[in-house]
C-alpha cells in the first residue's frame, strides 16, 4: 500500500512527505537577526515554548548546549529567578501561542533580556513595537515541520552573543549529510528497503511508545509529537533512566493485553551505564511487553545521530498518516479547541 504512489499523493494533499523531504535545507536557512545583537553573557537562560515550536530548545539542550543554566517552559508563568541576567526567548510559530505570549509579560515585568523566534501573529508586532531582536521564520508550515528553522534561529542567535561558537556553522554543515539520509526514506523507495515505511507498518493499530537515553530524548519527543499531529495517533514517549524507577514496573501486570507498538532509539554515545540498561530492561521484560523495535542511531558525532533519528520519525509517522487514512498536515481539533477556549 505504501508504494502506491498515486494513493500517497491523494491522501498527502498538502505534501507534507514533500516538506520532510526538503528540511535539510532548514538546515541552510540565514536568519538576520533585527535590530543587530551584541555580545552578551546571561546568568541563566529561558526558552519559552509550546509544542513544536519548543522542540528546538530540546535539542539545543543536548547539542550544542550551553554554559549556563538553560530551562525550557512551557507555561503561562516564569521560574521566579528570572531577572535582568536572564536571556529570555519567546518562541511561537504562529506569534499566537497565548501561553508564551503571558510568559513573555512576565519576563518583560522582570527585564530579562528578550528575543523572539516567530513568523508573524501577535509576538511578531510587539517585538517590532517594542525593538525586541526578532528573527522571522519562514511562514506556511506546521511549527512541528518547521522544528529546523527554528533551532537554526536559536543558534544564530547564541552565535552572535558570544554563548555558542559557530554552532550554526556546524548545523548548517550537516545539511549534505541530512539530504543524504532522507533519501532512504522517500515515497519512491519501496517498502522492502524503506525503513520508516517498515516501521509504521509494525505500528499501525497500536499506541506508539517511543523510548530514548538523554542523548536521543528530544528525537524520541519529536516522534511523539508527530505520531499525535502527523497521524493522529496516540503515543507516548519516556527517557531512560527514569523508564527503570517507575514505568519498568507498568509493563508486567496490567493491562494483560497490550496493544502497543514500542520503539527505542539507541545510540552508542549514550553513556555505557545507558546503553546496559536497555540490554538489561529487554531481557527482564522480555514476553511481558511487544518486542521493541529498536533504531540505531547512525553517524560520527552527536548532531550526525541526532538530525536523521528526527527526521526518520517523521517519515514514520507520515507513513502511519496514510496507512490511517489521513492527510497528515491539519490539526483541526487543536484549532477548534483554540476558538472555543476564546469563547
Wanted: net charge negative; aromatic share 10%; hydrophobic share 45%.
Amino acid at each position: 500500500m505504501l508504494d502506491d504512489l498515486k494513493m500517497i499523493h491523494q491522501r498527502d494533499a498538502q505534501d507534507a512527505l514533500g516538506v520532510a523531504e526538503k528540511q535539510w535545507q532548514q538546515l541552510e536557512h540565514v536568519f538576520e537577526v533585527t535590530p543587530a545583537l551584541e555580545a552578551y553573557r546571561p546568568r541563566n537562560i529561558v526558552f519559552a515554548g509550546m509544542g513544536g515550536s519548543a522542540l528546538a530548545a530540546l535539542i539545543a539542550q543536548v547539542w550544542p548546549g550551553f554554559p549556563a543554566p538553560f530551562e525550557v517552559v512551557r507555561d503561562y508563568t516564569v521560574p521566579r529567578y528570572v531577572s535582568g541576567d536572564t536571556l529570555f526567548f519567546a518562541s511561537s510559530y504562529s506569534g499566537n501561542t497565548e501561553e508564551t505570549l503571558s510568559a513573555l509579560a512576565e519576563a518583560e515585568k522582570e527585564d530579562a533580556k528578550i528575543v523572539v523566534i516567530t513568523s508573524g501573529g501577535k509576538l511578531a508586532d510587539l517585538a517590532r513595537a517594542k525593538g525586541y531582536p526578532l528573527a522571522v521564520l519562514p511562514a506556511g508550515l506546521q511549527p512541528r515541520h518547521a522544528v529546523f528553522y527554528s533551532l537554526k534561529a536559536l543558534l544564530t542567535v547564541t552565535d552572535t552573543l558570544g554563548i555558542t561558537e559557530r554552532a550554526g556553522d556546524e548545523l548548517a554543515s550537516k545539511a549534505p549529510f541530512l539530504r543524504t539520509a532522507l533519501q532512504a526514506w522517500l515515497p519512491t523507495v519501496p517498502t522492502k528497503s524503506n525503513l520508516a515505511k517498515q516501521i509504521a507498518l509494525e505500528v499501525i493499530g497500536k499506541s506508539a511508545v517511543v523510548y530514548a537515553g538523554p542523548k536521543l530524548w528530544p528525537a524520541a519527543y519529536k516522534w511523539k509529537i508527530s505520531f499525535n499531529e502527523n497521524a493522529k495517533h496516540i503515543a507516548w514517549a519516556n527517557q531512560f533512566s527514569e523508564f527503570n524507577h517507575n514505568e519498568m514496573m507498568g509493563w508486567t501486570k496490567q493491562p494483560t493485553e497490550k496493544p502497543y507498538a514500542v520503539i527505542e532509539l539507541h545510540s552508542p554515545l549514550e553513556h555505557p551505564r545507558i546503553q546496559k540498561r536497555f540490554t538489561v530492561t529487554s531481557r527482564l521484560l522480555s514476553g511481558l511487553r511487544p518486542e521493541p523495535i529498536v533504531v540505531d542511531a547512525q553517524g560520527d558525532d552527536l548532531l550526525e545521530q541526532l538530525l536523521p533519528a528526527i527526521a526518520l520519525g517523521d517519515f514514520v509517522t507520515l507513513y502511519t498518516a496514510l496507512l490511517n487514512g489521513i492527510n497528515p498536515t491539519p490539526v483541526e481539533l487543536i484549532e477548534k479547541f483554540k476558538k472555543q477556549l476564546d469563547e
